[in-house]
Structures are given as structure tokens and as C-alpha cells.
């Protein structure tokens, strides 16, 4: 007999509906790069998009460290509107506040 699989850390994150916005438009961004590079998209993106379009603000310890580098290239990589650089940059830093708390 088999041991169930261990169930993935998760990690709350309470989202304002501008932080939400911002994220789902990194999401779909990465996603859209992906297949327009004839790739399949990340399965942690897809993940998170669907958790995002679902209301829910819970990820997986994979889901919020991929939201960190993801936020990260997003705000670098290209002018941002003010607002995105705003409310990214802050679910960038609480992300990794909660990801460093339970390291």
C-alpha cells in the first residue's frame, strides 16, 4: 500500500482587485509568449491564471516563486504604467515576504 503524495505548501496572499488585474495581465502575457513561440505554456502559469480568474489567492511555494521572477521581468523589462509598477511591485514584495517567513 502507497502513502498518499504529500499535499503542496501553499501560500495566502489577499490580492486588491488592482494587485489581481496586474498579476493576470503578467500571467497572460508569459502564457501568450509561450505559445506564440509555438511552446507550451508553463503549467504553473496556467495554474495561477486559473486560480486568479477564479478568485482564489492561494499558490503553491512553485506558483509564488515563479509570480516573483515573473513580477520581477515584468516591471524591469518594459515601461509599466505607474499603477502596474505600484501594485506589482507590492505583490512582488509581499509574495516574498511570505515565501521568506516560511523558509
Not at 493576470?24 to 502564457?31: C, E, G, N, S, V
Not at 505559445?35 to 495554474?47: F, K, N, S, Y
Not at 524591469?76 to 504604467?81: G, I, L
Request: aromatic residues 4%; negative net charge; without cysteine.
Amino acid at each position: 500500500m502507497s502513502s498518499p503524495a504529500p499535499e503542496p505548501e501553499t501560500h495566502e496572499v489577499t490580492l486588491s482587485r488592482e494587485e489581481q488585474w496586474v498579476v493576470h495581465h503578467a500571467l497572460t502575457t508569459r502564457i501568450d509568449e509561450a505559445i506564440d513561440a509555438d511552446e507550451e505554456p508553463p503549467e504553473w502559469a496556467l495554474e495561477a491564471l486559473d486560480a486568479i480568474e477564479a478568485g482564489r489567492e492561494t499558490f503553491t511555494g512553485r506558483q509564488a516563486t515563479a509570480l516573483v521572477d515573473l513580477l520581477e521581468r515584468y516591471l524591469d523589462e518594459k515601461p509599466v504604467p505607474e499603477s502596474d509598477s505600484v501594485h506589482g511591485s507590492a505583490v512582488r514584495d509581499r509574495l516574498e515576504d511570505t515565501l521568506e517567513s516560511r523558509a
